[in-house]
């Protein structure tokens, strides 16, 4: 979660006292502008699109790629459920796809999920965990499929160099209260194709042909009203120089903290796409009741308790169902579309073993040192496995 302090204050204050909130026709002082500009540098991609939600970036990345009625898209069984919602709002149908252990998408199962009817792949970098892109990427080139990562949760987070977000065609991102850069509520869509952008910008705003669009050869379109106003441009400069030393105070506590289960009994630190760089730090378990045991000490939690992020909760996805009957584009999808549970079972069984263990950015080093020991310890005093009794009994 990220910090708020004097910084804010002081942005937002400067804002309010020019009394102009709109994002367009300031110019040189126009917040938001100033923002997208000093973002995309940072993340290393060409475009940056302020809109007012995650949510509403994913949308808008969808419509910008032209995804609609008739197309599947791929998204992970574990995520928020706006990944899958996304699809549905473009006309579009979610198709879910299990998880590996690095508790991102996983690769072998795109490849089985892909019909002839398949256009995009939403890989979610879960947990400031970064998904398998060089394999994502060769999918989706191999079968001509647009990727829009959902960056929500990991905005800073690098994978292989490269930020999360700046690698498929388009990124999403969500400056909600939890994130790692926050303005309360907000997003960004972030891509370096100019077209895709351009269309980003029509999509968000329905006034986009009286203002803000460069001359563009793209024909107009209706669209939704996803803007941000100053207030959020604002907070968001004041938010991005505190990116980086988050993340480098991350990665300080991960090594810190990963060595708590370093030759633990019957766990071990879940696979990570780019270990060198972590800044995320989850652990799986041989067995479910384990997970769920240490998941109920402080700093840690089993996924699978995270109901909101696992797909069998989310209820109005799997009902099918939305604001009105004749509004469904399961009925426009080119086959059938069910959501059945057992096909994920995968995916259950990796959240039921795997805790996700909190890094503590915002407490001192010493403060982590402790909660690594109270761990570990904690891990040490399990009464023995079935497995390991008999092991002992043989030796
Ligand atoms: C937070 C989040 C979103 C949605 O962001 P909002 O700003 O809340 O709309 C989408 N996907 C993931 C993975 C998220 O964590």
């Known amino acids: 979660m990220a910090r708020i302090g004097l910084r804010e204050f002081t942005a937002l204050a400067r804002v309010m006292a020019d009394g102009r909130l709109l994002r367009y026709g300031k110019g040189a002082r126009g917040q ?9 540098a940072r993340m290393g991609v060409d475009h940056v699109l302020t809109v007012n939600s995650g949510t509403s970036a994913l949308i808008a990345a969808l419509a910008a790629a032209g995804v609609g009625p008739g197309d599947e898209v791929l998204v992970p069984a574990y995520t928020w459920v706006s990944t899958a919602i996304a699809p549905l709002a473009v006309g579009a149908v979610p198709v879910l796809v299990n998880i590996d252990e690095s508790l991102t998408i ?23 965990l970064p998904c398998d892109m060089d394999a994502i990427m060769g999918i989706a080139k191999a079968h001509d499929l647009v990727v829009v990562e959902d960056a929500c949760q990991a905005i800073g987070v690098t994978y292989k160099g490269r930020r999360l977000g700046s690698i498929g065609d388009l990124g999403a991102m969500s400056f909600n209260h939890h994130k790692n850069m926050t303005a309360g509520e907000g997003g960004a869509v972030l891509t370096s194709d100019d077209r895709l952008h351009v269309r980003a910008q029509m999509y968000h705003d329905p006034g986009n042909f009286i203002r803000g669009l460069k001359a563009t050869e793209e024909p107009v379109f209706s669209a939704m009203n996803l803007r941000v106003s100053e207030l959020t441009g604002a907070m968001l400069n004041a938010q991005l120089p505190r990116l980086d030393p988050l993340m480098r105070r991350l990665r300080k506590r991960h090594g810190l903290m990963a060595q708590a289960f370093d030759g633990a009994r019957g766990c071990r630190v879940s696979p990570h796409n780019d270990p060198d760089n972590a800044v995320g730090l989850s652990v799986i378990f041989d067995r479910a009741e384990d997970a769920q045991a240490f998941g109920g000490i402080a700093g840690a939690e089993r996924l699978l308790d995270t109901d909101r992020h696992v797909f069998r909760n989310w209820e109005a996805v799997l009902s099918r169902r939305s604001f009105h009957p004749k509004m469904d584009p399961y009925a426009w999808a080119n086959r059938e579309i069910a959501h059945r549970v057992e096909d994920y079972a995968r995916t259950l069984d990796i959240l039921a073993r795997t805790c996700r263990v909190a890094l503590g950015a915002q407490y001192p080093l010493p403060v982590m040192q402790l909660r690594r020991r109270a761990l570990r310890r904690a891990l040490d005093q399990r009464a023995p496995t079935r497995k390991d009794t008999k092991t002992e009994a043989m030796a």
């Open 32 to 40: 938001t502008e100033r923002f997208e500009h000093d973002f995309a």
């Open 106 to 128: 996983d690769p072998a199962a795109i490849e089985a999920a892909i019909t002839p009817w398949t256009k995009a792949i939403l890989p979610v970098h879960m947990l400031n």
